[in-house]
């Protein structure tokens, strides 16, 4: 499903903007952008990345929100009474690349060029989710992110993303648990963050 | 710093002073109560025959009275409003190529039936000399100054039509200044009628569609409310020197704010701009409205301004827009998205400049400015 456009691309990440108000991808989200193939790799290939920022904001930068609301008139109902609202805002969203395919092999490392400006970012089918995570290596790009996040928490919102996708998958999230308290060694407070952020608890 | 701050910090002063003087403000209250008490079938006869005009603007009274307050319940949707407005980069005599550019912004909100939004611009670029000038070949008139702004006012009001027709009824067609084309005024009689045709044959669409048409003017530096009132008092009461004196520097919107509570308007008046008399049954009438934050006057043709229900939903939808405004002092978002898309900024308009530099290189001609304006724009020292 076609989820939004980049509006800004880097080497390390984008920034889309949203096809719906309001509404940008879960944060630690796998999405895609299919890019065509040029330079060393002639074929088309497809760029993943992790959602790690979400926001909405005027459009014209020069333009802030106002408040809105009054007794009768408050949340949903605004839009309503303000139409133009929806021509005037934006919903963008910020990526984080992890990795790449193409030939039907899955690289877990940045890809040769950012994803091209203005092409269509779409989310991931549970079973694309799962061959992309099946390997952990990744996980490391996202440790390293410097996003407005903390990247602790970015990590555990995408591990608690993909264990829902793969279909609460308790053996894969207790393999992915101890990758990260091997990349987190030295700094156990973070690490911390990490396993109390993706403890499924009782709920399966 | 050649501006001398100090001698305006004192000025200052003086000027607050001035504003918040007592007696200034017994005489807007006498004001106000004399406007109350005038005849309005007897001032309206007086100005009428008078030959020749007054020589300053007079708000006619189209009632028996001037100073009534008159409120209206708000509208219910489904309704809908379209707002246009315009921005242009005029010729530039340090140019080697003479063009201008218009863009018109426009905005149409639907509320109800399910709410929805459009806002665009149309961006036009004239540089064919019968787009840049008026009788091309003969009288040469240049499209530029006022007659620019003419241009983009009637362009404007073009853009209405169209889209009003389409969105759900009833449609408030509403524009920003005032529908009084009184810069043709000074024209030739063939300006005029350049002008006056295309605008005169958009008011007849907008009639035809049935779009209740009207321009909202915030902060209305307009007199001429005042000035009927200085006629009907200052001719008969020599004695009232000082009052009439303080009625030829007072704002109309000075006295209404006194009379008017949130959400009332005032009587309606023709206007005595004598353009208006080629205006055929466009004739453009006023009244003032009081938007809950300040005096705004409302600009209506006599269509609309004639026919209690459209002028009933005029003042109930201006009410609603202002009441559904996003800043203080409120102002309709139609017309602030209107000017949001007619907005030439000045990266734009740099572009533009670079745009006719590159097509002029393509040409093998030399983008050569006046030695002037490239002074300004260097200032070297």
Redo the contacts between chains.
Sequence with gaps: MQIGEIVETGSVGFVAQGRELNRPPELGSLVKVACPGYGSTEEDRRVYGVVSFGTTTGLDPGRRAVRRSSEEVYDAAIYREHPQLKQVLRTEFNVVLVGWAASGSIRHHLPPQPPPLHYSVRTCEPQEVRDFSERLFYLRLLLTASDQLPSEQLLAAHLRQVYQARGRDRAWLERAAREVAGLLKQDVERLLVVLQGIDPGREG | MPLQLEVLSHGMERLAAQASDVARQQLLEEARERLGQIDGDALRARLRTRDPRFPWLTAVPTNDTLGAAYSVPLPSPPFSVVATDGSNIPPDRHSPVRFYVLNIGR?T???GA??????ESTTYLACEEEELYLNPGEENIPIEGARLGIKMAVAELEALPEAARKVHPPALGLLDGSLILWGLQGEERSVQAAFLGDYLSALDKLRQADVLLASYISYPGGQDVANSLRVSLCQDHPSERELCQFLGTVRDREIFSGLLEAGQRSDIFDSTSAILDRYEEHRIQFFYLNNGDEIVRLEAPQWVMGDGEKRDLVQGLVLDQCR?S??YPSYP??LQ?AH?QAVISTGERRLVEEMVAQALADRGITYFRSAKESSKRRRGV
């Design positions: 905005a909100l639907v509320y399910p709410s929805d939004a459009r806002l559904r996003g800043g978002p139609a998205e949001e």
